[in-house]
């Protein structure tokens, strides 16, 4: 049976719990991160043939530097091969690539590697994922705020001038809608730094499965989850 996504244009996930799924197996914390990448994979799928627009995935947050050198190299490793190996079947699937997040933090080859998939996807219509990558909310509040600062004292605007829809424009996430629904993997009940702006009216849904064991028929349940809900937007 499929489910058809209502009213749900757009995804933002928080793949948390690689960790751990690897270290209840006794393997290394990066072997968790290999499995997440393969569940990345299963899930863009599924979501994409499922009808949903946008999907935005936390791929590296920017608190994530202070881990551990050895298990960031191997994130970055992790990336880099994403970067290399997708390009097919993002083309064949119609998949824009965007990425949001600071990217002077990055390696040089994996922004290089980032703009060329942007580019090369830059005019794909059937689905947009989001990759946050050195991403963090409030960096890219006060990014935004600079930059409207910065147009005030050029003068090209005036104080009235700001107002929700210029505070968006100039955020990292600009032509992409607000998530409908978040969702957050591994039992933690928290945003970590994640679209705080944007999902001031998501609905959001917490599962307790580690992100590598996370499945689409998962996903088909939370979405049979969210057609349930009534969103009233601060409305009666
Ligand atoms: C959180 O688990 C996950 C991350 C910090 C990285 C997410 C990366 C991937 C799923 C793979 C690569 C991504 C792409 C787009 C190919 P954690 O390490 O915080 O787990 P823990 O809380 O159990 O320690």
Request: net charge neutral; aromatic share 10%.
């Amino acid at each position: 049976m499929s489910i058809e996504p209502q009213n749900l244009q757009h995804i933002a996930i928080i793949m948390d719990g690689n960790g751990r799924w690897a270290t209840k197996k006794g393997l290394p914390r990066s072997f968790g991160h290999k499995k997440g990448a393969e569940t990345v994979r299963e899930i863009t799928r599924a979501a994409g043939e499922m009808g949903v627009k946008y999907l935005t995935l936390y791929a590296f947050s920017t608190e994530n530097w202070q881990r551990d050198p050895d298990e960031v190299d191997a994130l970055m490793d992790l990336l880099r091969q994403y970067l290399k190996s997708e390009m097919s079947e993002l083309q064949k699937n119609g998949v824009k690539i965007v990425f949001i997040g600071e990217r002077e933090m990055l390696p040089a080859d994996i922004v290089e590697a980032m703009k060329k998939l942007e580019a090369d996807t830059l005019n794909n219509d059937k689905m947009t994922i989001c990759i946050a990558l050195s991403y963090g909310s409030r960096q890219e509040i006060v990014y935004a705020a600079r930059r409207i600062a910065a147009l005030a004292k050029r003068g090209d605007i005036s104080p009235e001038d700001v107002d929700m829809k210029m505070f968006s424009d100039m955020l990292y996430t600009k032509d992409i809608p607000n998530p409908d629904l978040l969702i957050r993997t591994s039992g933690e009940q928290r945003l970590s730094n994640y679209l705080l702006w944007q999902c001031a009216y998501s609905e959001f849904y917490f599962s307790n499965s580690l992100w590598p064991d996370f499945s689409r028929k998962e996903l088909e349940e939370i979405i049979a989850n969210y057609n349930q809900r009534e969103r009233r937007y601060g409305k009666a």
